[in-house]
């Protein structure tokens, strides 16, 4: 996979689990709760994941969560903008 594919791929993750958990990351940019550069950073971070297939499975499997998984690199991050 390319580089700009791995990163829309994990762009795409990191979305997917935002919605999630219930996190417009849009919305979140907007209202100053996180900066753009925020959104590049999880992404980054996600790209990092020695298993994103994990995270695949999940989201495949969950609507909704109360938190992200212990192995999501930005749990912190999408659990603090959680609602």
Aim: proline share 6%; with cysteine.
């Amino acid at each position: 996979m390319s580089r700009r594919d791995t990163l829309r791929h994990h762009a795409g993750l990191v979305d997917e689990m935002a919605t999630t958990l219930g996190v417009d990351l849009e919305e979140a940019a907007i209202s100053g709760a996180l900066r753009v550069d925020d959104i590049s950073e999880a992404v980054l971070r996600c790209t990092e994941c020695p298993n994103p297939g994990h995270c695949e499975s999940f989201l495949a499997q969950t609507l909704a969560a109360p938190e992200a998984p212990e192995y999501c690199r930005n749990r912190d991050l999408l659990d603090r903008l959680a609602p």
